[in-house]
């Protein structure tokens, strides 16, 4: 068969811009003495501007830190039955004031750690203060005027919000000048109660930033007026590619793995690591088709080593197949096959990935995927029903498209979708090893796309599935069934399409069919038949077809008296 207008994707080697090159220890000796001090300047020059701002993020972090931690630690319902001026002396302020003197103990130079709660009113009042002397500490319903927008924001944060708010300058109040953080306080049902705050004196950092910049500026007026132009120059030969460098390994790390490096550099040694860097590029492209693409992506955010292990996790399995592929691959050329097979798998793998599934293998011509591992979903019942929807779509207008260019091969694909518990993780042996799922309700969903065969159907979906996804779609009770190895029955349902997309005409044959199983599931075969058999009046329908003659049997050969209208899939097999 001719395959012409076909492109096959090309590989074509990267080959890096050469230019004249000197080594790394060469460049490095030439301005030796001139880099020891220039580099000590520059650095100097550059964080005696920002002294102030490094010094105080520095800090401002570590505040966001120990206030988000004490925060979260603070009992919000016990906080929230602190009201009036008499409950000072209760058991519950004393257990929250010593828990405040704790953390304010074990911080780093804190001064005053205290909570505060916003009134109806709009006005911000003192409920808790670690403080221990009378005199000194602030009293419940004490009201404070200087709120900062920092100490607004917190108190008037979204339920449920984790954010610290820290003050990015320094405020004035009655108490002195303070580096202040602030975090909400949460009842357990996600209310917000009031903030916890905590104070760090001022004085400290301004003496710091002051000794700082002067050293800095001593050092800078003496060093950059005797090496300033030939350090430049030797700097600048280094750090630009350098720099260059670094933006392409973020790429990478942000498995952004598009494009060339193209890096010029006399630096043999830079040279080498842009050559290695693309070959590592190339390699992570590679690599990702054959293992999920999120899952790639953080191994090299997290820079670890893939382990064995898994945990138990409530996926969406989803399994697919090609129905009598074995015996269409009979009439086809090896290559013929395996063209046609790749065309059908790009189609289906494009409507997986394209409903965030994970694709785990190929199995010939079947897809294994599952949804909610690595990346969590909270929807992955439903996103699993909409990609099979979209398989069978997309199949279908490849099949008309091969029709249409008189190519007479015609691929139907059956699809099992199951929903449960799972173990996900890494499975295999210490040298290799699968990202991969396994389990019963694995086992489950993959029977379930073999059964599709006895009904004639495409989308088969447990009960377990249908209850996540039942708003969503339109879906048929097809049977109750005992699986392989299994006593428990299940109900099954044909996956038919979204809420909206069927005609009022189909859905009521659906109707009518579960109807009709109903009967039949109530030992009422005479009336099952009935509804059947006009069903089937001028219309196709398999599972019509299959659950009739069962009925008609039933009728002269009646089940067992313990009959639950469970039905072994085993037998039709």
Not at 93 to 112: S, W
Request: hydrophobic residues 40%; charged residues 25%.
């Amino acid at each position: 068969m001719d395959l012409k207008g076909f492109d096959m994707e090309a590989n074509t080697a990267f080959t890096p811009l050469r230019v004249r090159q000197f080594t790394l220890r060469m460049t490095l000796m030439t301005a030796f003495c001139g880099l020891i001090v220039l580099g000590g300047v520059f650095l100097s020059s550059v964080t005696s501007i920002k002294v102030a701002d490094f010094i105080r993020e520095e800090l401002r972090m570590r505040l966001n830190d120990e206030v988000s931690i004490a925060a979260s630690q603070i009992n919000g319902d016990l906080h929230s039955h602190i009201r009036q001026s008499g409950d000072e002396n209760g058991a519950t302020y004393k257990q929250l004031q010593t828990q405040l003197q704790q953390f304010r103990d074990r911080g780093t130079n804190l001064r005053y750690v205290y909570t505060m709660r916003k009134q109806d009113n709009g006005r911000v009042t003192f409920v808790v203060d670690a403080e221990s002397s009378p005199e000194t500490r602030s009293h419940i319903g004490e009201i404070y005027t200087n709120a900062t927008p920092a100490m607004m924001a917190a108190l008037e944060a979204v339920s449920d919000s984790k954010t610290a708010f820290v003050e990015t300058e320094p405020s004035v109040d009655e108490f002195g000048t303070w580096l202040s953080a602030y975090s909400p306080i949460y009842t357990g049902d996600g209310k917000l109660d009031g903030i916890l705050g905590i104070d760090v004196s001022a004085e400290s950092i301004y003496q710091h930033e002051h000794d700082y910049k002067i050293r800095v500026w001593i050092l800078c007026g003496v060093v950059l007026a005797m090496v300033l132009p030939v350090g430049f120059f030797i700097a600048h030969r280094i750090r630009k590619p350098l720099a260059q460098l670094t933006v392409e390994m973020e790429k990478v790390r942000q498995f952004d793995l598009d494009g060339e490096v193209q890096i010029r550099t006399r630096i043999r040694e830079i040279d080498s690591m842009v050559t290695q860097l693309e070959n590592m590029k190339r390699g992570l492209r590679s690599f990702r088709k054959y293992v999920p693409d999120d899952l790639v992506r953080e191994l090299i955010e997290l820079g670890a080593d893939a382990k064995l292990g898994g945990n138990k996790k409530e996926l969406t399995i989803f399994f697919s197949d090609i129905a009598d592929f074995t015996a269409m691959s009979e009439k086809m050329k090896p290559e013929i096959q395996v063209h046609y097979l790749g065309q059908y798998l790009n189609v289906m793998n494009a409507a997986l990935l394209g409903h965030c599934a994970t694709v785990d293998k190929y199995i010939g011509d079947g897809v294994m995927a599952f949804w909610g591992a690595p990346r969590p979903l909270e929807d992955h019942a439903v996103l699993a029903c909409r990609a099979a929807l979209m398989c069978q779509a997309h199949v279908n207008a490849l099949n008309d498209q091969w029709h249409d260019h008189g190519i007479e091969y015609r691929f139907h694909t059956r699809i099992g979708i199951n929903t449960g518990d799972v173990i996900v993780g890494n499975m295999g042996s210490d040298e290799r090893m699968s990202y991969t799922v396994i389990g019963d309700n694995v086992n489950l969903a993959s029977r379930l796309e073999g059964i599709n065969k006895i009904y004639g159907t495409s989308i088969l979906i447990t009960e377990a599935t249908k209850i996540k996804t039942g708003k969503y779609f339109i879906t048929r009770l097809i049977d109750r069934v005992v699986m392989t190895g299994k006593t428990v029955p299940i109900d099954i349902y044909e996956l038919v399409g979204e809420d909206g997309s069927i005609s009022a005409g189909e859905i009521r044959k659906i109707r009518c069919y579960e109807e009709a199983y109903l009967c039949y599931a109530a030992r009422r075969f005479s009336q099952a038949i009935v509804i059947l058999e006009e069903l089937l009046a001028g219309n196709s329908d398999t599972p019509s077809v299959v659950l009739l003659k069962r009925c008609r049997n039933y009728l002269t050969a009646p089940p067992d008296d313990d009959w639950n209208g469970a039905y072994c899939v085993l037998r039709d097999k």
